[in-house]
């Protein structure tokens, strides 16, 4: 089978061999001897196996990571030496790009050509742009005054240093940019990673394993552990030799992840669920609008957290941008990511899909009207791109993250009403503005409560912006400086001369 598709020798290559673990140097099973399937979702095919991780498993990663953080090369190595392997290992990335891409396509569906272009390009720049702050992390002097030491002298500064072990968890939409969100400003900073990536999505972090291992990182500094989420991922979070946390994925998950760091103390960032509204005013380049608003929920199959799945139009141009986006909806061509003539794959999952068409069939339930599209099918785990109305704006298909190729729409008639509705949901990843009055989207911004607004596009990132939300979904940040911030502790040091 794998030799009719259209793929590289290594990609065949990579898919063919024996999958084991990076713990350490070293490529390991399960202690137990345990192993998982995984699917291409375009076909609902086993690709292969890869160890079921369990405790035992996780602490021997954490072990080879405390190693490597407390006494290694890695732990004497200066900061533009950290800055040139990432550099190296964004060459690399950079080399094996079209590899990378293939084994996205295959292990999540998504288009490969998408893939090389956004998940890839997106990952390497990452990379440079953390690299760069690996020379660049800063401590103060502190002029103290000392009030009940009236008649001494001293000398006051702060460190910034590495906060340590780093257990990173991430999503399955984007396995390859999500680890690397979580990789980058731990090796600026001097940590050390243990990577669980998601049940589903295995293969790209063990190809970035072997990268990692090819750019010279010591022993021990980046581990990959395979596994189920109820095994590898709760013994990770539980870990007490954890130093940070940092998790992507569902609200529901991150607040199990965020319960357990407390136990420990252990720091901890979350980038969790989204349900993002996309505002067009009545001002908007419609048409430019129309296809704005189609890809913010379209891209991915709709499994992105920021992902435009609630859609405000001013009433007077409703019904036409609603008609334009289930125009583009109809013409889409889905099927295999691996034909570049493919606009939308398949979900990640014959349970995904049943959750996505779950809710559409709600919908239809409560009287709401399915625009286009409505439908799963198969073989592999599709679900044709889908808009609805005549929804309520309390009704679970706007409250309740769908992740699904699923678009709610719903008519406004002033901005206030229009804040008023993006703001009344329980997550605030990101929001999108489509409006060519600067004046009146200035005054909109302050007022959207979530950790991105754009304006004239939607989901659109840069390595120096940070990206995370307010509400359920999420603490903390990834990229831009505010990410050296979550990787490193503040060390106050005072000294008596």
Known sequence: ???DLPILPQTQAFLARKHRMLIGEQWLDAASGNAMSFRNPATGEVLGDVPSAAKEDVDRAVQAARLAFDDSPWSRMR?????????????LMERDAQELAELECLNNGKSAAVARVMDVQLAIDFLRYMAGWATKIEGATVDVSMPLMPDDQFHGFIRREAVGVVGAIVAWNFPLLLACWKLGPALATGCTVVLKPADETPLTALKLADLVLEAGYPAGVFNVITGTGLNAGVALTQHPGVDKLTFTGSTEVGKQIGKAAMENMTRVTLELGGKSPTIVMADADLQQAAAGAATAIFFNQGQVCCAGSRLYVHRKHFDNVIADIAGIANGMKLGNGLDPSVQMGPLISAKQQDRVTGYINLGRELGATIACGGEGFGPGYFVKP???????????????EIFGPVLVAMPFDDIDEAVRLANDNPYGLGASIWSNDLSAVHKMIPRIKSGSVWVNCHSAL??????????LSGVGREMGAAAIEHYTELKSVLIKL
């Open 462 to 471: 840069d390595p120096a912006l940070p990206f995370g939300g307010y509400k």
């Open 1 to 3: 089978m794998l030799a």
């Open 386 to 400: 889908t808009v609805i109305v005549d929804v309520d704006q309390k009704h679970r298909l706007v409250q309740e």
């Open 79 to 91: 900061p533009r030496e950290r800055q040139n392997l990432l550099w190296r290992l964004a060459d």
